[in-house]
């Protein structure tokens, strides 16, 4: 089991960025797919984005297009999600997670969950 740790959520007005990190454990981080994921008040888990094994595939669920950007650097076993632009829509728990295979968006198909940062925009 991978164990993952977020960190970067806080507060932040409308139109500001804030960028999320997510250190995993373990020596097979490379090898799998991740995302990451939020909830907001009230309302379900939704996939915000998710990249490949190698970075060379990205996901982005239409309201992050343009605005958030997904990166890992393996070496350090982690990944980041860059969010510019925020809206108070985007307010949420963030959550990281770590596929079981090289890239995928089905939140099902997701095995290891980090414990969530908030983020919360103010309009």
């Known amino acids: 089991q991978v164990e993952l740790v977020e960190s970067g959520g806080g507060l932040v007005q409308a139109g500001g960025s804030l960028r999320l990190s997510c250190v995993a454990s373990?020596?097979?981080?490379?090898?799998?797919?991740m995302g990451w994921f939020r909830q907001a008040p009230g309302k379900g888990r939704e996939i915000v984005t998710a990249i490949s094994w190698r970075g060379d595939s990205a996901y982005y669920a239409d309201s992050m297009k343009g605005r958030f950007t997904i990166s890992r650097d393996n070496a350090k076993n982690t990944v980041y999600l860059q969010m510019n632009n925020l809206r108070a829509e985007d307010t949420a728990i963030y959550y990281c997670?770590?596929?079981?295979?090289?890239?995928?968006?089905?939140?099902?198909?997701?095995?290891?969950w980090g414990q969530g940062t908030q983020v919360t925009v103010s309009s």
């Open positions: 997670a770590k596929a079981r295979s090289i890239y995928t968006i089905a939140q099902g198909a997701y095995d290891s």
């Open positions: 373990g020596r097979t981080f490379s090898a799998y797919g």
